[in-house]
């Protein structure tokens, strides 16, 4: 079983999952949060040289806004291939915020992967599960699906919500995830849900 652990520190849930061998951090959370997310470790009595890789659900400025300030710290940015080209989506927005520092992602510190190599780059950090391509809020959106039964969806448009959605790629995300017969959704903006009441 991985552990998981919430940090609340800025307005977009943040995870560590802890492998057996390695630990993830699942989206990161907007610029100049950097010493808030270091004391949110602190209080889960956690270490950012814990942190192995940084899983980022998409490159919207409150998702991806430390992810470089980070792994300048020994952390690696890890994407998959449909996310290559929305990196620095979110640079011209934090360009915009005077006095706000931003670190742009550095591309060729990236490590690249396809959703097909994402059960493997798992594996090797002791964590059973995937990689899922889930567009629908955005283009680049991936979610995490942990074999366990828990998966961390990022923003894409909550599951009460789906009604709304009905014939579109937001609910094409969705089916993807329920035919996994996921017990627990994390979103990314919204409290985490229990499916195995339902």
């Given amino acids: ?3 998981i652990t919430e940090l609340n ?6 995870y560590l999952i802890e492998g057996s061998k390695g630990t993830i951090l699942f989206d990161t959370g907007w610029a100049g ?3 808030s997310f270091c004391a ?3 209080e889960n009595g956690k270490k950012l040289q814990d942190i192995d890789y940084i899983i980022i659900s998409h490159f919207h400025p409150d998702h991806m806004g430390i992810a470089q300030e980070i792994a300048n710290r020994g952390p690696v940015i890890n994407i998959v291939d449909v996310q290559r080209d929305y990196t620095h989506a979110a640079d011209a927005v934090f360009g915009k915020v005077k006095g706000l520092k931003f670190y742009p ?3 060729d510190q990236l490590n690249v992967i396809t959703i097909d190599q994402s059960s493997a780059f ?3 950090l002791g964590i059973a599960g995937r990689l899922i391509y889930t567009p629908g809020h955005s283009d680049d959106s991936i979610s995490l699906w942990l074999d366990e039964g828990l998966v961390f969806v990022g923003d894409l448009n909550p599951l009460y919500e789906l009604e709304l959605h009905k014939g579109t790629t937001i609910e094409k995300s969705w089916n993807k995830i329920l035919s996994l017969k ?3 959704i ?3 903006h919204a409290k985490a849900a229990s499916l195995e009441d339902e």
């Fill in 1 to 3: 079983m991985s552990m």
């Fill in 9 to 14: 520190y800025s307005n977009t849930n943040t």
């Fill in 33 to 35: 949060t950097f010493n």
């Fill in 40 to 42: 949110a470790l602190r």
């Fill in 105 to 107: 992602v550095i591309d």
């Fill in 122 to 124: 798992l594996e090797k």
């Fill in 182 to 184: 996921p017990s627990m």
């Fill in 186 to 188: 994390y979103y990314g």
